[in-house]
Structure formats: structure tokens, C-alpha cells
């Protein structure tokens, strides 16, 4: 398959694919779900990804430097963004985050979500000023909601 070697995707798709037709089990079976979560172990020394990359079987497209930046300073061109500062500025507020949404705990008897499913907002242009203003979770929704 085209990118086998540099998509991680394609990479952990053909890992999958190959471990159920060895074991002749379905996506169903709980290994797979295990199987997902330990190719994302970002430990050295149990993320399968890395033993793939040590048996030279995926190519790296960028270094442990990169990597270490990356996950300091989110994306400024995606939702990623908002995440990613939210985390940073108030992690003891944060309830749960994810792909569609930032859950934050405000003190309060309901936890207050933050849905974001659109990838192109959330982004430092739209979001950056109000997240710098915000000195508190409680700030940070009024002003989102104003």
C-alpha cells in the first residue's frame, strides 16, 4: 500500500489488518482495541510504533526535537490550538479533552463543554486574543459567549 512506511495511519492499519488475519479474529475483538492503544504508547520501550521504527519497517518524517516542540506548542492553524492553550493556561480545570471538545470544570455542578467540531476554528487568530485576556475558565466562556 501506497505511504505504508510514512502515514500513521496506514502504518497502524496494516499492522492491525495483519495481526487479524494472523490470529483470524475481527475488528470486534478486544486485542484490537489494545493493539490501538499500545502502538500510541509513547513509551521507547512499549509503543509497537517504535519497535516498527527500530525494525525498520516505517520511516521517520521528523525528529525526537520536533516532536518534544510540537507537543509543548500546539499547531496555531487548528483547533489544536485552542485545546492544546486551554490545557496549558487551565489544567486544573480541565475535565477531559478531545478531538470535538474541551470539557472544563468550573466549580460548578455541571461540567461546561467547549464542542468543537469544525478543525478550522479554535485557531491563535481567532481564539488568541480571548485565551490571553482570560485570566480564569470563568472568563474564558463569558467571553467566548459574548
Known amino acids: 500500500m501506497l505511504c505504508a512506511r510514512e502515514l500513521d495511519w496506514v502504518i497502524k492499519k496494516e499492522l492491525i489488518h495483519s495481526y487479524m488475519a494472523r490470529k483470524g479474529i ?21 509503543g509497537l510504533y517504535y519497535k516498527l521504527e527500530r525494525e525498520g519497517v516505517v520511516e521517520r518524517l521528523v525528529t525526537d526535537a520536533e516532536i518534544l516542540a510540537a507537543m509543548g506548542s500546539p499547531p496555531a492553524d487548528t483547533r489544536a490550538y485552542f485545546r492544546g492553550m486551554c490545557l496549558k493556561k487551565f489544567p486544573e480545570n480541565i475535565y477531559g479533552a ?13 461540567v461546561k463543554k467547549i464542542p468543537m467540531a469544525e478543525p478550522g476554528r479554535g485557531t491563535r487568530k481567532l481564539v488568541g486574543e480571548v485565551l490571553e485576556r482570560s485570566d480564569t475558565v470563568a472568563e474564558l466562556l463569558e467571553r467566548l459567549a459574548g
Open 26 to 46: 475481527g475488528f470486534d475483538d478486544q486485542r484490537i482495541s489494545m493493539l490501538d492503544l499500545q502502538y500510541h504508547d509513547l513509551r521507547l520501550d512499549k
Open 98 to 110: 478531545s478531538w470535538s471538545s474541551v470539557l472544563l470544570d468550573t466549580g460548578e455542578a455541571t
